[in-house]
Nanobody, 112 residues
Framework: QAQLVESGGGLVQPGGSLTLACTTS????????MGWFRQAVGKERELVAA???????NYADSVKGRFTISRDNAKSTVYLQMNSLKPEDTAVYLC??????WGQGTQVTVSS
């Protein structure tokens, strides 16, 4: 059973940056794809970015060029570097891995 714990959310002004981290335990991290999803109030959950076990990345069109997903297998951690943040990026960000394992989520609020 995988456990996922997110950190790094918070309040940031438009145009600012944040880095989220998701640390996993309970399974061989390096063998599984990882993803970041987000869910804003009143909206459906959506995929933001994903990274395969081999390091291939995929992004939602809305974040391409602004967000970067990466992984550190030695630390069993996946990161989401978010730059040029916009108010529409405000959401709870959730970490996910294969087998329908989810973290508890971390709030990101972009507001002046």
């Amino acid at each position: 059973q995988a456990q996922l714990v997110e950190s790094g959310g918070g309040l940031v002004q438009p145009g600012g940056s944040l880095t989220l981290a998701c640390t996993t335990s309970g399974r061989a991290f390096r063998s599984y794809a990882m993803g970041w999803f987000r869910q804003a109030v009143g909206k459906e959950r959506e995929l933001v970015a994903a990274i395969t076990a081999g390091g291939i990345t995929n992004y939602a069109d809305s974040v391409k060029g602004r967000f970067t997903i990466s992984r550190d297998n030695a630390k069993s951690t996946v990161y989401l570097q978010m730059n040029s943040l916009k108010p529409e990026d405000t959401a709870v960000y959730l970490c996910h891995t294969t087998g329908n394992h989810w973290g508890q989520g971390t709030q990101v609020t972009v507001s002046s």
